[in-house]
């Protein structure tokens, strides 16, 4: 059975529920950032005595021992932003302008688009003001990844700016 650790274990203790659920020879997929955060730390003696009772491998360095990882690009996308004003329980609600992130070894690794500002970069709903369209991101990946045309699947496609994604 098939294990995944994607939360810091030093936030909350996902690591401590999966290694107390996970069946003896389990394997446990524990996230790049996770595992990053571990090292130096009180839960990395955790994670060196499961070593002896599970398989554990971090997404990247499991990659690249396979010599795969230049062909693996990853891409995190939230649909929703949050307000930038809070709300009566002290949290924030759903919004605009929402944030991706692309991981992998042959990602530009820049920022695409830009901070609009919590004065001026607000639309009339408070919500922040999105500076790059996520079609043009697509369009981008379409062509430059998989190196398929967008205007295929992307209704006018050539509208859309294109950030240079891959190197």
């Known amino acids: ?7 810091s274990p ?3 203790d996902s690591l401590g529920a999966c290694l107390r659920l996970a069946a003896p020879g389990a394997i446990l997929l524990i996230e790049d950032a996770v595992y990053g955060a571990v090292r ?6 955790r994670v060196q005595e499961a070593l002896g009772r599970f398989r554990i491998y971090a997404l990247k360095a499991d990659l690249e021992a396979r010599a795969v990882a230049d062909r693996v690009v990853t891409l995190v996308w939230s ?4 307000r930038a004003e809070e ?3 002290g949290g924030t609600d759903h919004g605009a302008a929402g944030s991706a992130f ?13 901070f609009p500002g919590l004065k001026a970069g607000l639309d009339k709903d408070g919500n922040l003001k999105a500076t790059s369209d996520f079609r043009g991101v ?4 379409l062509e430059q990844w998989l190196e398929f045309d967008a205007a295929a699947i992307l209704p006018d496609a050539k509208r859309f700016k294109r950030p240079a ?3």
């Open 10 to 12: 030093l936030e909350r």
């Open 79 to 82: 649909e929703f932003g949050r």
């Open 1 to 7: 059975m098939l294990n995944i650790v994607n939360k």
């Open 40 to 45: 130096g730390t009180v839960v990395a003696a």
């Open 87 to 89: 709300n009566g329980s």
């Open 165 to 167: 994604l891959i190197r």
């Open 138 to 141: 697509y369009a981008a990946l």
């Open 102 to 114: 692309l991981i992998g070894s042959r990602v530009a690794g820049k920022m695409v688009g830009e």
